[in-house]
Every structure is written in C-alpha cells, then in structure tokens.
T-cell receptor, first 112, second 114 residues
Framework: AQSVTQLDSQVPVFEEAPVELRCNYS??????LFWYVQYPNQGLQLLLK??????LVKGINGFEAEFNKSQTSFHLRKPSVHISDTAEYFC??????????FGTGTSLTVIP | EAQVTQNPRYLITVTGKKLTVTCSQN?????MSWYRQDPGLGLRQIYY???????DKGDVPEGYKVSRKEKRNFPLILESPSPNQTSLYFC?????????????FGSGTQLSVL
C-alpha cells in the first residue's frame, strides 16, 4: 500500500529565511510525486512534480524539491520565503494505478 | 477560463436529508475525482472516474454515491447524510492519469450535517 507522511504539521518561519517542508513516502512500486499548495479558502494548486529524470525539480514561486529514492523522501525547499507563501502544503504520490495519495499537510506560516 | 466548478460553496443540512454537490469542468478532462479534507487527515479520495460511465471507489466511499453520465459533470450524492460526513469536499479533474498530468481542483464545498 502507498502512503505519504508529512513530518511537520506546522512550520513557522521568519520572512526571507529559508524553509524546508519534509515529505516521506512508502511504496513498493514506482511513484510519481507532487507538491500542492492550498491558500486560504481556495482549492489546491500544483507547485511542482517529479515524474522521472533529474531528481531536483523546480516549481512555481521559487520552490524546488529533491527526490531521494534511497531515503524515500521528496522534501520541498525555498531559499527565502515571503509573507505570501503562508499556506497549507500537501505532498502527494501517484503510483501506476488510478489514485492519488495525499499527506496530512503542513501549515507554513511566514512571520514578518 | 479553464476551471473546475463546485456548487454550493457552503451547505448546512440535517441528518438524513439527501443532498447533491455538483462538479463541472470545462477542460474536456477524462479523469475526475472527489476528496474530503479533514483536520489532521489531509485529503482522502472518495470516488473517482476514468471516463463516462466508469467510476470506482477510493479510500472512503461509504455513505457516498457518484455518477458520470456526461464527461464534464461528476456529482457527489449523499443519500442519507450523517454528522461524520461534515467536512470540506473537493472535486478535481485531470486530462488523464497515463501521462501523470496534474489535478485541477475546485474551490471546495464546506458541508455541515447537523
């Protein structure tokens, strides 16, 4: 069975500081990995995705993530956060089947 | 504008009163799905559809029904709602999962069952 674990439910960080949101997954088959962002009162939007190839993927708004197969991780990073990055972030996994599996989310709060 | 539209945005109902949450997409997507979002549990898939007249259960299908009579619409039906179905619901669609395209999400429906 597939599963996604987001290790931190809440991450406070000061503006312009770097941030890392952690995501680990469990799967016995090949996976495709995604990060989605949810701003208040909105649906989820795709930040970035890893399908194959380079393990470092870049997304929108300056975010990037690194796929680490040996560590079964897909951590999200940004070198300098802005107030507008305050949101809920979800890591998601899709295997070769027809379902997406989401983590429980990490609430990022950027402090002025 | 490409979008997934859910209605209503907010809904308060009572136990046992049948309700339908509508979902429509204008992108000619084949894949559509429903999720519920609960604090501490993230998003959990209720049902999904690979195409017209093709639906399948997700992780938490109990108490829900869906139909896919047209490609653009994928309504979620609660025949006899109960308080444990109070949640935030999202509809999502995608061109197709074979190419691992991203999901497009609606704005959500906040349901309260009293």
């Amino acid at each position: 069975a597939q599963s996604v674990t987001q290790l931190d439910s809440q991450v406070p960080v000061f503006e312009e500081a770097p941030v890392e949101l952690r995501c680990n997954y469990s799967s016995s088959v090949s996976v495709y990995l995604f990060w989605y962002v949810q701003y208040p009162n909105q649906g989820l939007q795709l930040l970035l995705k890893y399908l194959s190839g380079s393990t470092l993927v870049k997304g929108i708004n300056g975010f990037e993530a690194e796929f680490n197969k040996s560590q079964t991780s897909f951590h999200l990073r940004k070198p300098s956060v802005h107030i507008s990055d305050t949101a809920e972030y979800f890591c998601a996994l899709k295997d070769t089947g027809n379902q997406f599996y989401f983590g429980t989310g990490t609430s990022l709060t950027v402090i002025p | 504008e490409a979008q997934v539209t859910q209605n209503p945005r907010y809904l308060i109902t009572v136990t046992g009163k049948k309700l339908t949450v509508t979902c429509s997409q204008n992108m000619n997507h084949e894949y559509m799905s429903w999720y519920r979002q609960d604090p501490g549990l993230g998003l959990r898939q209720i049902y999904y559809s690979m195409n017209v007249e093709v639906t399948d259960k997700g992780d938490v299908p109990e108490g829900y029904k869906v139909s896919r009579k047209e490609k653009r619409n994928f309504p979620l039906i609660l025949e006899s709602p109960s308080p444990n179905q109070t949640s935030l619901y999202f509809c999502a669609s995608s061109f197709g999962l074979a190419t691992n395209e991203k999901l497009f999400f609606g704005s959500g429906t906040q349901l309260s069952v009293l």
